[in-house]
């Protein structure tokens, strides 16, 4: 079973307000051969911030864990854009320009938007940002 075990779909009445966007989460740090992944598709509100997604996937998506909880970096189109802990709800946004920005302006024209989070463990949020952005 994956790392995502139920399938969550927000519904409202202005379908075509919603963005479907692919999350597929995996464990840092395993060979690709064992990697295992699971997966879900969320279907965001285009005006959401993209704070208020993190929140929605640490709230709906990511496993709960005990005490210290889990550090995940969240990647679109290559790029790290947050690194956040599923237990503390911890976030931190790596571009501040991201912190406020709708999901429409984050997707842009992108058909088929897939954001991929990898698990890194218990990893302090700090560390695992200066690492990412080579401080």
């Given at each position: 079973m994956g790392i995502f075990n139920k399938r969550e779909m927000y519904k409202n009445k202005k379908d075509n307000n919603f963005l479907r966007i692919k999350i597929a989460a995996f464990r840092a740090g395993i060979s690709d051969s064992n990697m295992r992944q699971g997966s879900a598709v969320i279907n965001a509100d285009e005006?959401?911030?993209?704070?208020?997604?993190?929140?929605?996937?640490?709230?709906?998506?990511?496993?709960?864990?005990?005490?210290?909880?889990?550090?995940?970096?969240?990647?679109?189109?290559?790029?790290?854009?947050?690194?956040?802990?599923?237990?503390?709800?911890?976030?931190?946004?790596?571009?501040d320009k991201l912190i406020n920005i709708s999901m429409k302006e984050l997707i842009g024209n992108d058909n088929a938007p897939q954001i991929f989070l990898y698990y890194i463990g218990e990893k302090a949020i700090e560390e695992s940002t200066k690492t990412m952005i080579g401080i």
């Amino acid at each position: 079973m994956g790392i995502f075990n139920k399938r969550e779909m927000y519904k409202n009445k202005k379908d075509n307000n919603f963005l479907r966007i692919k999350i597929a989460a995996f464990r840092a740090g395993i060979s690709d051969s064992n990697m295992r992944q699971g997966s879900a598709v969320i279907n965001a509100d285009e005006e959401w911030s993209f704070n208020e997604f993190i929140k929605i996937i640490i709230q709906k998506y990511c496993p709960k864990v005990a005490d210290k909880g889990a550090t995940w970096i969240l990647v679109y189109q290559d790029k790290s854009l947050a690194v956040f802990n599923s237990g503390s709800g911890n976030i931190n946004i790596i571009n501040d320009k991201l912190i406020n920005i709708s999901m429409k302006e984050l997707i842009g024209n992108d058909n088929a938007p897939q954001i991929f989070l990898y698990y890194i463990g218990e990893k302090a949020i700090e560390e695992s940002t200066k690492t990412m952005i080579g401080i």
